[in-house]
């Protein structure tokens, strides 16, 4: 089967023309992974670039890239329609049997629906719903990127959902939906290193400084656990944009040096590294469309702590010593905090063997296949 794969290469979101390779979201990098172990499978990834970049033809043996070029005027304030134009020559070219417009952020979505091929769609963020978090104004981002949205869907064949959450949000915009959670990147999956003690529990939170992440809010409740007399230490990664909440983080975060630090942003290996050397996560999110870094995290057997919001219940159920709260409930986080602290600050045994069953790779793209040729079948044969 042959699949062109519509995403965004972050070389362009971050005018990193220079660098030599794509890059890619987490979730397409982790599903593409997948991918290069299903040899019945020939990807073709397609990137719109507003300069050209670096372009290795194979990323594997049966994957392939394509950079398409689309000049200033193509992009949002046009509806993106210079990208779905570049985008659908290449595709003709390519020839493919299904189109999969992978996220609703950007030109992808859309460009899968304009492209003339069967077609179907991933929603990785709600934009609908962060809209509507945002008010977002006539003619802003958010504005645009949801008209986008219900549009694609109208015209897509149907959309891969990452939760129970998502699928509720978009059943009624689309004709069909299938529930798929993202898949995690497999170094994820690599061994264990030995259990070790910390001399006070280690908790992370991962994400970029945001409104709808909370970082300020989770660092005010550890700072009342701190002169409560708990000892921990809680560390913040993740990007930190020049906007008034992640100023006023930084600023907060440097009068609380004894228990907690930003450490910025990690690469993969790095990341890694603070996982296993930390003993518990914090997600408290205000909306969340699945929640990959809890399932990173889980699967390096960390202890979770976290709201009960959109994704995040789909991962952590069933997960060994995961505690959930309404979104609102600090209070609820804090004590349970205490009492895991006060009992010895355990990790799970058993997280990441539910993790390697439920978001690996190679599962999560042959479930891929399957609702390809679900969706390519003759009518009367589905």
């Known amino acids: 089967m042959k699949i062109v794969l519509l995403t965004t290469d972050n070389r362009e979101h971050g005018r990193d023309y220079a660098a030599p390779v794509p890059r890619f979201g987490t979730a397409p990098e982790a599903l593409l992974q997948g991918f290069a172990k299903l040899r019945e499978a020939e990807i073709h990834v397609v990137s719109c670039v507003k300069q050209p970049v670096a372009s290795s033809e194979k990323i594997a043996s049966n994957i392939f890239y394509h950079s398409v070029l689309v000049p200033q005027w193509g992009w949002l304030r046009s509806w993106y329609y210079g990208c779905s134009r570049a985008v659908?020559?290449?595709?003709?070219?390519?020839?493919?049997?299904?189109?999969?417009?992978?996220?609703?952020?950007?030109?992808?979505?859309?460009?899968?629906?304009?492209?003339?091929?069967?077609?179907?769609?991933?929603?990785?963020?709600?934009m609908k719903a962060i809209a509507q978090i945002f008010n977002a104004r006539p003619g802003s981002f958010h504005w645009f990127a949801e008209k986008l949205e219900t549009s694609a869907f109208k015209k897509t064949a149907g959309v891969f959902c990452n939760s129970a959450y998502t699928e509720d949000l978009v059943r009624p915009r689309t004709?069909?939906?299938?529930?798929?959670?993202?898949?995690?990147?497999?170094?994820?999956?690599a061994p264990l290193p030995a259990p070790k003690k910390n001399p006070a529990p280690v908790i992370l939170n991962i994400g970029v400084i945001d409104p709808r992440k909370r970082q300020r809010e989770i660092l005010a409740a550890a700072r009342r656990l701190y002169e409560r007399g708990l000892k921990f230490e809680l560390n913040f990664i993740g990007g930190l944009p020049d906007t008034e909440y992640a100023n006023s983080f930084?600023?907060?975060?440097?009068?609380?040096?004894?228990?907690?630090?930003?450490?910025?942003?990690?690469?993969?290996?790095?990341?890694?590294?603070?996982?296993?050397?930390?003993?518990?996560?914090?997600?408290?999110?205000?909306?969340?469309?699945?929640?990959?870094?809890?399932?990173?995290?889980?699967?390096?057997?960390?202890?979770?702590?976290?709201?009960?919001?959109?994704?995040?219940?789909?991962?952590?159920?069933?997960?060994?010593?995961?505690?959930?709260?309404?979104?609102?409930?600090?209070?609820?986080?804090?004590?349970?905090?205490?009492?895991?602290?006060?009992?010895g600050g355990q990790r799970p045994e058993n997280a990441s063997a539910l993790m390697c069953s439920r978001y690996h790779p190679e599962v999560i793209a042959r479930r891929h296949l399957e609702i390809y040729r679900e969706v390519l079948a003759p009518a009367g044969k589905r």
Do not use: Y
């Not at 049997?97 to 492209?115: F, K, L, M, N, P």
């Not at 004709?175 to 999956?189: E, G, I, T």
């Open 88 to 126: 659908q020559k290449k595709i003709r070219e390519i020839k493919p049997d299904i189109v999969h417009g992978q996220g609703t952020e950007r030109d992808c979505a859309i460009s899968a629906v304009r492209s003339g091929f069967p077609n179907v769609l991933t929603i990785h963020g709600n």
């Open 175 to 189: 004709k069909k939906v299938w529930r798929v959670p993202n898949a995690l990147r497999m170094d994820f999956f």
């Open 250 to 343: 930084s600023r907060e975060i440097g009068t609380a040096a004894a228990f907690a630090r930003h450490q910025g942003l990690l690469d993969t290996s790095q990341l890694l590294m603070a996982l296993d050397n930390a003993d518990a996560l914090v997600h408290f999110p205000m909306e969340e469309a699945f929640g990959l870094v809890v399932a990173e995290a889980l699967a390096r057997n960390l202890k979770f702590f976290g709201a009960a919001t959109g994704g995040i219940v789909d991962i952590a159920s069933g997960v060994e010593g995961a505690e959930l709260f309404a979104a609102d409930d600090f209070s609820g986080l804090e004590n349970a905090i205490v009492g895991w602290i006060n009992a």
